[in-house]
């Protein structure tokens, strides 16, 4: 299968356990994981690699799915997504997206955006959506980002997601003013790119323990994009 992305950074699908097991090798060393990250969603997804050479920088996987079958994503583990049954088109769930950590190029966050719009098109999605995670389980340290999140970047009522997960911090009831400068500097890239399109999260992180991480529900609706971030991206996916 030709690349979906080819210049600095080549993108193409995996094929095969290979292909998968690198994916899960790296998000081992991405995400600090003990054990090999696998779980019976890969079988189901759409795998993406970001590759510089021989090397595997970057990873990430999609799995599409329509509205009635929100239960069977992997954010539904933790979030009641019942809401979302009702939306109107198809929806992709994008997840396990890492970069090796020795890489800080930013045209690589830049060049698998460009792939995952080519590969949402083509399945004429109208959700994207994924957990986006901050590092470690105590939110104190994420007080200004959270803050900055309650203030304009809550999902609307009718796709909010409800409370699944047995741990879990309300980041919007008490919300203060956020400090921005410090808000940005804590929010995840992947979030940050999320919320610049357009991005929205539900009103509560979930404290997942196993993964050493806090994640919110994020979900970008196609629609919302601003026209101009749209055509540079599907100008790049070729």
Same mark, same amino acid.
């Given at each position: 299968?030709?690349?979906?992305?080819?210049?600095?950074?080549?993108?193409? *699908?995996?094929?095969?356990?290979?292909? @998968?097991?690198?994916?899960?090798?790296?998000?081992? @060393?991405? &995400?600090? *994981?003990?054990? %090999?990250?696998?779980?019976?969603?890969?079988?189901? !997804?759409? =795998?993406?690699?970001?590759?510089?050479?021989?090397?595997?920088?970057?990873?990430?996987?999609?799995?599409?799915?329509?509205?009635?079958?929100?239960?069977?994503?992997?954010?539904?583990?933790?979030?009641?997504?019942?809401?979302?049954?009702? #939306?109107?088109?198809? %929806?992709?769930?994008?997840?396990? &997206? !890492?970069?090796?950590?020795?890489?800080?190029?930013?045209?690589?966050?830049?060049?698998?955006?460009?792939?995952? *719009?080519?590969?949402?098109?083509?399945?004429?999605?109208? %959700?994207? &959506?994924?957990?986006?995670?901050?590092?470690?389980?105590?939110?104190?340290?994420?007080?200004?980002? #959270?803050?900055?999140?309650?203030?304009?970047?809550?999902?609307?009522?009718?796709?909010?997601?409800?409370?699944?997960?047995?741990?879990? =911090?309300? &980041?919007?009831?008490?919300?203060?003013?956020?400090?921005?400068?410090?808000?940005?500097? *804590?929010?995840?890239?992947?979030?940050?790119?999320?919320?610049?399109?357009?991005?929205?999260?539900?009103?509560?992180?979930?404290?997942?323990?196993?993964?050493?991480?806090?994640?919110? #529900?994020?979900?970008?609706?196609?629609?919302?994009?601003?026209?101009?971030?749209?055509?540079?991206?599907?100008?790049?996916?070729?």
């Amino acid at each position: 299968m030709p690349p979906l992305i080819r210049g600095r950074y080549t993108i193409r *699908t995996g094929e095969g356990a290979s292909d @998968l097991r690198r994916a899960q090798t790296l998000r081992t @060393l991405a &995400f600090g *994981t003990k054990q %090999l990250d696998s779980d019976a969603h890969d079988a189901l !997804c759409t =795998h993406l690699l970001v590759e510089d050479g021989q090397d595997l920088v970057a990873c990430l996987r999609l799995m599409t799915l329509e509205p009635q079958e929100i239960e069977a994503s992997y954010s539904a583990q933790f979030y009641d997504l019942s809401g979302l049954k009702g #939306f109107p088109g198809p %929806l992709v769930e994008m997840g396990r &997206f !890492c970069i090796a950590p020795d890489r800080h190029d930013p045209d690589i966050l830049r060049a698998a955006w460009a792939a995952v *719009t080519g590969l949402v098109d083509g399945v004429s999605a109208q %959700l994207l &959506f994924g957990c986006s995670s901050f590092h470690g389980t105590d939110p104190a340290p994420y007080g200004h980002a #959270f803050a900055a999140l309650a203030r304009s970047h809550i999902v609307p009522e009718a796709w909010r997601p409800g409370i699944r997960a047995p741990e879990v =911090h309300d &980041f919007v009831t008490g919300a203060g003013e956020p400090d921005m400068r410090q808000a940005t500097q *804590t929010l995840p890239p992947l979030l940050r790119t999320y919320l610049a399109m357009g991005g929205w999260v539900s009103d509560h992180a979930v404290i997942d323990r196993a993964m050493n991480t806090l994640h919110v #529900f994020t979900g970008l609706e196609i629609a919302r994009i601003p026209p101009a971030r749209a055509r540079l991206l599907r100008a790049v996916s070729g």
